[in-house]
């Protein structure tokens, strides 16, 4: 039996708990769940893209432990701090674990996240389970007219496009790179190791996209004659819109592990179809 915490996001196709859930007057998140075999273990399903999201999750355990519910599995598709996985400068937290923290003390059965930022992720969450980008990039590479060569954003993505290359027999993959400044977070340029791309067409494959980096790197890669750009994000915040990104890509992909968006530039892919 599942439980899904964001009611537009449902993407376990089991038969679902009830719930009524609200929020005081002082901020403080509530749930009361109805009545249903306590025998049973129970899967939660939720998108957490704020602490009282995080609230939502700790008061839903909590009611289901004091109903006698044994086990509980998690499924989050984005991890909140994923990004924040390193202590670049003094006065710093190191976010990602301060979330981890608090879900290892729930004690859960599993808890199982959709291609997480870096292995630091499943590596501080315990009885971590992922789900790779694979079926996503198969899905989206079923919808394009023509193979197009996979590009890594970063150094940091490259561990996993190789996988993915490999997952697909492909032997085609562009390694990219990009000048960041730890102090403020501003990109100041990047690096394309072909010179001419020939026309090629070009799948850009990223976790995370909120815009900017990836816009940079769409127009340096036109700069190299690169053909149609198409742009793979398995959680896209696009906090900006996509008025500019889309005067650069061809198409957009993402899942619905943020939010659900409704734009006729983007092609959103939901998670029940891929996990």
């Known amino acids: 039996m599942v439980i899904n915490l964001d009611p ?8 679902d708990i009830l719930f009524d859930s609200f929020t005081f007057n002082g901020g403080e998140p509530h749930i009361r769940i109805q009545a249903f075999d306590t025998s049973k273990a129970v ?16 008061v839903a355990v909590d009611a289901l432990r004091r109903m006698g519910v044994k ?30 923290d608090i879900i ?13 930022h870096s292995d630091v992720t499943p590596a501080v969450l315990d009885n971590c389970r992922v789900f790779s980008n694979h079926s996503f990039i198969t899905e989206i590479l079923s919808q394009l007219p023509e ?24 032997t085609d993959v562009l390694e990219c790179g990009k000048k960041r400044d730890v102090s403020t977070g501003a990109l100041s340029g990047f690096k394309v190791p072909e010179a001419d791309l020939g026309g090629k067409p070009c799948l850009i494959v990223d976790d995370i996209c909120d815009g900017g980096g990836t816009l940079g790197l769409g127009k340096e890669l036109k700069k190299r004659n690169a053909g149609k750009l198409y742009l793979a994000i398995s959680h896209g915040i696009f906090s900006n819109g996509l008025d500019e990104l889309s005067k650069v890509f061809e198409r957009i992909f993402t899942t619905d592990s943020i939010r659900n968006l409704e734009d006729s530039r983007l092609t959103q892919i939901n998670l029940s179809q891929l996990i």
């Open 8 to 15: 537009h996001f449902a993407p376990i196709d089991e038969p």
């Open 43 to 58: 899967k939660i399903t939720h998108r957490i893209n704020s602490f009282n999201d995080m609230g939502r999750l700790c």
């Open 71 to 100: 086990t509980i599995d998690l499924f989050i598709p984005y991890f909140p701090g994923a990004r924040q996985d390193r202590v670049m400068l003094p006065g710093e937290s190191l976010t990602v674990k301060v979330i981890a």
């Open 104 to 116: 290892n003390a729930l004690k859960l059965n599993s808890v199982s996240n959709f291609d997480p």
């Open 147 to 170: 193979k197009p060569l996979l590009v890594s954003p970063d150094a940091g993505a490259s561990k996993k496009i190789f996988s993915l290359a490999s997952h697909l027999k492909l």
